[in-house]
């Protein structure tokens, strides 16, 4: 461990790092809006034509560019936060970064200003995935940030926002790695408008039945789409629609 002591704290071999939530007004309602990644692990172009940012003609995306632009931006000013979650793209970035560079990431890592959820190689498909090749992506990642930044590095969400559908033995699986919670979009409409009726958007997840509680018990929140509001414009659905989305998404 190579953190200055006021930076964490640890009892039994738990070490707690900096909690950066801005400080909350009493008798209100806080809302926290922290902007996070969601850069596909190859999808409508290759990995490396993602990091790169080549073929732009197929899909507008360079990863390397947000990462250079936020740890620029977060080093600018102590207010901002920002969550990362793709392992893949933040290795390869990092692996050219200089020894100087990193320190500075290291910096916001440890004052809580840069976070990383899921943590996982990449975010993995939850319906044609086998287990091992899940828990095995999940390790590779998680094991990168573990070794790079320690304690602080650690993930302490499971993240997926942009599977099909979402399978009970992953969210198990997820509470056996030790997370504390579960977020995750995509979710059916029918389901989705009953849980909204009836604010049903959080739950405790029993993710097992041979597993005795709550081994795999899991906090678990949800939104029916990842909350993208160009996505939601370009959607086709109507704009009364789309208000209404965002009405009950942040309910007053
Ligand atoms: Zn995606």
Redesign the pocket.
Known sequence: MTLPTEQYSCIHRVCVCVQSCHATKPGMLNVHLVPHT?D?VG?LKTVDQYFYGDRNDIQHAGVQYILDSVVDQLWKNPDRRFIYVETAFFYHWWKSQSSSMQQTVKQLVNEGRLEFVNGGWC?SDEAATHYSAVIDQMTIGLRFLNETFGACGRPRVAWHI?PFGHAREHASMFAEMGFDGFFFGRLDYQDWARRMRNKEQELLWRASDSLTPPMADLFTGMQSFFLHPFMLMTSGLSNRTVSHYFLTACPR
């Open positions: 969601h596909d999808w975010m942009d």
